[in-house]
Antibody, heavy 123, light 105 residues
């Protein structure tokens, strides 16, 4: 079965760097785009970034361009999100989400979500 | 693309027919999904491509619309349906609506 397990969350000081990981299993990781989505406490969902199945393209929501970096290692079936100089307002649960299959029918992404990892930015 | 859901909160009773509207700031054709989220859980996709029901989702859920206006309908509310619902467009990158909380009246 498809599993997405995030790790790397915790308390981080403002201005430090934090890297989140998402271990994927149960599907052919190297044929799917992957996303990060976040949710601040008591707030709604916010799309963060996407990376193509082969890492060739990356897109970010405006709020994260230049601050966060999405990457993947297909040999390890792992997705990453590096958070540079996080701010207090970046405090949120960060979800790893499966996107579109490269050979599949477009429009079926976001079908599997991890349980999320909580990042708290505080001094 | 901005997504606006209405209402933000909805109070209803078991057995009620419920409709949630999602409006896009520009046409997204039919590239819209609906998600359900319960406290402490990740979202669960209910509908994709505006009206396609996810496998395993009860048939009381349905989606409709195209262009800029979309609707999620629950034909007869069950106790398990009290949750927060989000729409999401994927015509141009990805954007979520602000959410609609369905609460017990």
């Amino acid at each position: 079965q498809v599993q997405l397990v995030e790790s790397g969350g915790g308390v981080v000081q403002p201005g430090r760097t934090l890297r989140l990981s998402c271990a994927a299993s149960g599907f052919r990781f190297n044929t799917y785009g992957m996303h990060w989505v976040r949710q601040a406490p008591g707030k709604g969902l916010e799309w963060v970034a996407v990376i193509w199945f082969d890492g060739s393209k990356k897109y970010y929501a405006d709020s994260f361009q230049g601050r966060f970096t999405i990457s993947r290692d297909n040999s390890k079936n792992t997705l990453y999100l590096q958070m540079n100089s996080p701010r207090a307002e970046d405090t949120a649960v960060y979800y790893c989400v499966r996107g579109e299959e490269v050979y599949g029918d477009y429009g079926k992404g976001f079908d599997y979500w991890g349980q999320g990892t909580l990042v708290t930015v505080s001094s | 693309i901005q997504m606006t859901q209405s209402p933000s909160t909805l109070a209803a009773s078991v057995g009620d027919r419920v409709a949630i509207t999602c409006r896009a700031s520009q046409s997204i054709v039919g590239w819209l999904a609906w998600f359900q989220q319960k406290p402490g859980q990740p979202p669960r996709r209910l509908i994709y491509k505006s009206s396609n029901l996810e496998s395993g989702v009860p048939s009381r859920f349905s989606g409709s619309g195209s262009g800029t206006e979309f609707t999620l309908t629950i034909s007869s509310l069950e106790p398990d349906d009290f949750a927060t619902y989000y729409c999401q467009q994927y015509n141009s990158l990805w954007t979520f609506g602000q959410g609609t909380k369905v609460a017990i009246k």
